[in-house]
């Protein structure tokens, strides 16, 4: 399990410069927005695009897609339904903390933790798959249509499918699912960039921890009450129930369900929430309470069924 810790040690590092980099001001005031920039319309792009496009397309489809899909909808839902009817949010802030409940942190945590726990990094490709897909261009659609006024058809799909975090997405797995293997001379210069989007993400998150409280009273505390508690409780527990008893699982694949389900919120929530200035300090406290907490719900996963 020491290397499960080295992971997490290594995310902290990056965290704490972020964080010490805001106290010092050393970057300017104006680092948080041009590194968060950066993240989302050239580093990202470029990290999905070369994961998707040299991950295995059986790996991609695999039967641990449609369990890790029910498993996220179903926290999504529940957190909806409560912020919707109970806590009276508006739609945006909604949707960013739905994300916050089951959009898992399948890249700079998943990877490896995938490699480490479940001996293959490739299991965190269904979860990537899934939410590249499917959850980051619904949730960025009605941000779009919410918070900047998208209400046509036509402008919500352009806005979707000019999302440089979509093309890099579609374009990977259209590479994949191809067949077509890129040669070291395209291949390497777009993973040298991705490669910077982990860090420059992490230390973005850092620098958003400087200057205010985490889980403040009347910043959204029941939000992140409810989206962590779901992320990191009712999410693995759905992921085994359905993995088992519907599609049958065992083994490995019942173990590895399990495991993604119990990753913490991505940063890819709080660099949304960040673009559309919405529910921000929901997203970061959120991240930062399941990164927390996942360690040992990770940790019990592994005891129980690794």
């Not at 912020?83 to 990877?111: C, E, M, W």
């Not at 067949?179 to 982990?198: R, S, T, W």
């Not at 508690?229 to 999410?235: D, F, P, Q, S």
């Amino acid at each position: 399990m020491i290397d499960i810790l080295t992971g997490f040690a290594v995310i902290a590092l990056a965290v704490f410069l972020g964080w010490l980099a805001g106290r010092t001001g050393v970057l300017g005031p104006e680092a948080r927005p041009v590194l968060v920039r950066l993240t989302f319309n050239v580093l990202s792009p470029f990290l999905l695009f070369s994961v998707l496009a040299t991950a295995d397309v059986h790996a991609l489809f695999s039967a641990l897609l449609p369990v890790s899909a029910i498993a996220a909808v179903s926290v999504m839902a529940m957190f909806a339904l409560v912020s919707l009817a109970l806590l009276r949010r508006g739609i945006a802030r909604t949707t960013i903390g739905a994300l916050a409940a089951g959009y898992v942190n399948g890249n700079n945590i998943g990877i490896p933790i995938a490699l480490y726990m479940l001996g293959d990094a490739a299991y965190s490709a269904p979860i990537v798959l899934l939410q590249l897909l499917l959850f980051a261009p619904l949730a960025l659609a009605i941000l779009g249509a919410t918070v900047e006024g998208r209400t046509s058809f036509t402008g919500i799909l352009r806005s979707t499918f000019t999302n440089p975090i979509i093309i890099g997405s579609l374009l990977g797995v259209l590479v994949s699912v191809s067949g077509i293997e890129l040669p070291p001379i395209v291949l390497d210069p777009v993973q040298l960039i991705g490669h910077a989007a982990v860090p420059v993400m992490l230390i973005a998150y850092g620098l958003s921890l400087h200057g205010g409280r985490m889980l403040e009273p009347g910043t959204g505390l029941r939000d992140v009450i409810l989206a962590s508690a779901l992320k990191l409780l009712v999410m693995p527990v759905v992921a085994w129930a359905v993995g088992s008893f519907v599609f049958g699982l065992e083994g490995i694949d019942l173990f590895a369900v399990t495991v993604l389900a119990a990753l913490p919120t991505a940063q890819n929530v709080f660099t949304y929430a960040q673009r559309y200035e919405t529910a921000e300090i929901v997203a970061r406290d959120t991240v930062f309470v399941t990164t927390i907490g996942s360690v040992p719900v990770l940790l019990l996963v592994a005891v129980l069924l690794g």
